[in-house]
């Protein structure tokens, strides 16, 4: 079959229209899978972030990811197997690999992970098959993609097999990242950093997982002939070039970008008119503070008005520390606005504007 194909190669360049058949059009439709599969897993992080007390929508992050995941590494098996074999798997052998993603990534680890006489490549291996939590949280997106999507409708029809409650699986291993009782009678710790911080850490993982997976495209070693491997490793580029450090700190959350897109509307002050607000305020840096530094700025500004409403000032723009200071001036809290890193408390800081004020 001869048909005309139009899609983007991993240079950003567009490939012109045109007549493709054979490997030249399962090649472009590789591409184009592996492309969906990175948007499915981005999205996915970013559904999984906006969980909190608020929004316990586990169905979509657990759809967008298990997919994501399954995408990604079908097509990392096909492209290896090309470079091996000389041919793409055929439809009986893509089949065969199954919707289970522990299979899938079993299948990886022990037939197509390369590269291993890599310090870092070697490391990445041991993660794979040993961290508990990343385990934990392919198992349970594998359970959702093969029985759990259908779990209340599953119980509803009295299915003969026992029913995947994959949410209450998922909520179990939140509990074992990080003890929930703590934080429980305090609903604003809950929702400002309960939530954050376990979806941070089981991020972090499913990063390092896709990281791992990026990285064998371009230092495993594998059979490239037609260099289609070589092709196909600039897609998940921010993804290998994530430092250690850069897991579960970024925001794929699509209301940030919301947000962000009316930065105009918010409201910009300079240090010379902080000062002569009148109000109490404090500067802190970075290298000053002793705990975790939450913020994508290394200098901030807090403040207190009327001894309630609490401030932080971040690149010269206000935002919320507290519901008082969001409800009376209409600022965006710190998080929501992508200034502060997820998972990472502004509590010390709403205790120096409280502190300010006494």
């Given at each position: 079959?001869?048909?005309?194909?139009?899609?983007?190669?991993?240079?950003?360049?567009?490939?012109?229209?045109?007549?493709?058949?054979?490997?030249?059009?399962?090649?472009?439709?590789?591409?184009?899978?592996?492309?969906?599969?990175?948007?499915?897993?981005?999205?996915?992080?970013?559904?999984?972030?906006?969980i909190?007390?608020?929004?316990?929508?586990?169905?979509?992050?657990?759809?967008?990811?298990?997919?994501?995941?399954?995408?990604?590494?079908?097509c990392?098996?096909?492209?290896?197997?090309?470079?091996?074999?000389?041919?793409?798997?055929?439809?009986?052998?893509?089949?065969?690999?199954?919707h289970?993603?522990?299979?899938?990534?079993?299948?990886?680890?022990t037939?197509?992970?390369?590269?291993?006489?890599?310090?870092?490549?070697?490391?990445?291996?041991?993660?794979?098959?040993?961290?508990?939590?990343?385990?934990?949280?392919?198992?349970?997106?594998?359970?959702?993609?093969?029985?759990?999507?259908?779990?209340?409708?599953?119980?509803?029809?009295?299915?003969?097999?026992?029913?995947?409650?994959?949410v209450?699986?998922?909520e179990?291993?939140e509990?074992?990242v990080?003890d929930?009782?703590?934080?429980?009678?305090?609903?604003?710790?809950?929702?400002?950093d309960?939530?954050p911080?376990?979806?941070?850490?089981?991020?972090?993982?499913?990063?390092?997982l896709i990281?791992?997976?990026?990285?064998?495209?371009?230092?495993g070693?594998?059979?490239?002939?037609?260099?289609?491997?070589?092709?196909?490793?600039?897609?998940?580029?921010?993804?290998?070039?994530?430092?250690?450090?850069?897991?579960?700190?970024?925001?794929?959350?699509?209301?940030?970008?919301?947000?962000r897109?009316d930065?105009?509307?918010?409201?910009?002050?300079?240090?010379?008119?902080?000062?002569?607000?009148?109000?109490?305020?404090?500067?802190?840096?970075?290298?000053?503070?002793?705990?975790?530094?939450?913020?994508?700025?290394?200098?901030?500004?807090?403040?207190?008005?009327?001894?309630l409403?609490?401030?932080?000032?971040?690149?010269?723009?206000?935002?919320?520390?507290?519901?008082?200071?969001?409800?009376?001036?209409?600022?965006?809290?710190?998080?929501?606005?992508?200034?502060?890193?997820?998972?990472?408390?502004?509590?010390?800081?709403?205790?120096?504007?409280?502190?300010?004020?006494?």
């Open positions: 079959m001869i048909r005309s194909f139009s899609t983007v190669d991993t240079a950003g360049k567009e490939f012109e229209a045109m007549a493709v058949d054979g490997d030249t059009e399962r090649f472009l439709c590789l591409l184009d899978e592996l492309e969906t599969s990175k948007e499915l897993l981005k999205s996915g992080f970013g559904h999984l972030q906006e909190d007390m608020g929004s316990t929508f586990y169905h979509l992050p657990h759809q967008l990811l298990a997919s994501g995941f399954e995408r990604l590494m079908k990392y098996i096909a492209v290896v197997r090309k470079g091996r074999d000389g041919a793409y798997p055929d439809r009986a052998a893509m089949k065969s690999l199954g289970d993603l522990e299979s899938l990534l079993e299948t990886i680890c037939q197509h992970f390369g590269g291993t006489e890599r310090p870092l490549l070697k490391e990445d291996l041991t993660f794979i098959k040993t961290d508990p939590v990343l385990k934990d949280c392919v198992r349970i997106l594998s359970q959702f993609g093969k029985m759990g999507r259908y779990y209340n409708l599953d119980v509803v029809a009295g299915a003969s097999h026992s029913p995947i409650n994959p209450a699986e998922w179990e291993l509990s074992r990080e929930p009782i703590p934080y429980l009678g305090d609903t604003e710790r809950l929702h400002r309960y939530y911080r376990v979806n941070s850490v089981l991020i972090a993982k499913m990063e390092r990281r791992a997976i990026a990285m064998q495209f371009t230092l070693g594998h059979a490239d002939q037609a260099g289609e491997i070589r092709k196909l490793s600039g897609v998940y580029s921010e993804f290998w070039n994530l430092r250690d450090d850069q897991f579960g700190a970024v925001d794929y959350r699509r209301s940030v970008e919301i947000l897109a930065a105009d509307q918010w409201i910009k002050r300079s240090d010379r008119e902080i000062a002569e607000s009148g109000w109490p305020s404090r500067v802190v840096s970075k290298t000053e503070f002793s705990g975790e530094w939450p913020f994508r700025c290394d200098r901030v500004t807090v403040e207190c008005r009327d001894g409403f609490h401030i932080v000032n971040i690149g010269g723009y206000d935002f919320a520390l507290n519901g008082s200071a969001r409800s009376k001036f209409g600022l965006p809290f710190a998080h929501d606005a992508g200034v502060a890193v997820l998972g990472k408390s502004v509590g010390p800081f709403i205790k120096m504007a409280r502190e300010l004020s006494a």
